[in-house]
């Protein structure tokens, strides 16, 4: 694949914004490889990707950062410019269910996810031979119900231990402390087995059958301290009938969990996910 730099910006909006990055991707001899823009005419705020090949640059991607830093701070931009040659380092986070986590290992051994995965954390061993069979460590961390503080605090060495870029939550049954959402903001993503805002909590699927919902789905979304409420990343649905018993919505949900995490966790690594506010702008 064909080294690039990311640019992803966002700012007040006004114009001048598109000429200004193509100039000065230009007038260093950049080709723009691809690019998108979105302008949010309810918030006034501009957002950008460009992707710029590496090679038709003459310096390093820090001069490129130094470079662009002028103009960032004359538009008043939130950016980051990032290579495309780093894959970002993930931490996996599971309980005993698998389906999510198995789909990923799956999607990283086949290379269709560009990250490298330094460990899995479980407060269950039960995933352990399947983690380590990909040659990956694992992590059997035990909960206390009545003190969970042990826990999450090795949780968190971990994470740092392993200088992880993004954590996944792939059905990972424990609700994260609000310190530890604050020191990794828009960098824990996570799958809730519902459509939100719609069945938040436990049991969705029970609330759905009770309800006698026609669809049911899925949320990708990043964690805050609110829980279920983080900006959303990507969501999917599958229809069902009045003969679906809430098992049968379980086994039919997996397969939209594990599909929408997979794609939401992509477009992370791939810098294709700007935040703002508690919404998410996502170039697909």
Partial sequence: MERRYRLVLSCPDRVGIVAMVSNFISSHGGSIADANQHSDPTTGCFFMRVEISANSLQFSLEQLREAFTPIAASFNMDWQIEDSSRPKRVVLMASRESHCLA?????????????????????HDDLRSMVEWHGIPYHHV????????????EVNRLIESHDADVVVLARYMQILP?????????RIIN?????????????????????GVKLIGATCHYVTQELDAGPIIDQDVTRISHRDLPEDMVRL???????VL??????????RVLVQGNKTVVFA
């Fill in 142 to 153: 035990p909960v206390d119900p009545a003190d969970k503080t042990p826990h999450f605090n």
């Fill in 191 to 211: 799958i809730h087995h519902s459509f939100l805002p719609s069945f938040a909590g436990a049991k969705p699927y029970h609330q759905a059958h009770e309800r």
């Fill in 103 to 123: 789909d990923l290992l799956y999607r990283f051994h086949s290379k269709e996810l560009f990250c490298e995965i330094v460990c899995v954390i479980s407060n």
């Fill in 178 to 186: 609000p310190d530890l959402c604050e020191r990794y903001p828009h």
């Fill in 253 to 259: 949900g997996r397969d939209v969990e594990k599909t």
């Fill in 262 to 271: 997979a794609r939401g966790l992509r477009w992370h690594l791939e810098d």
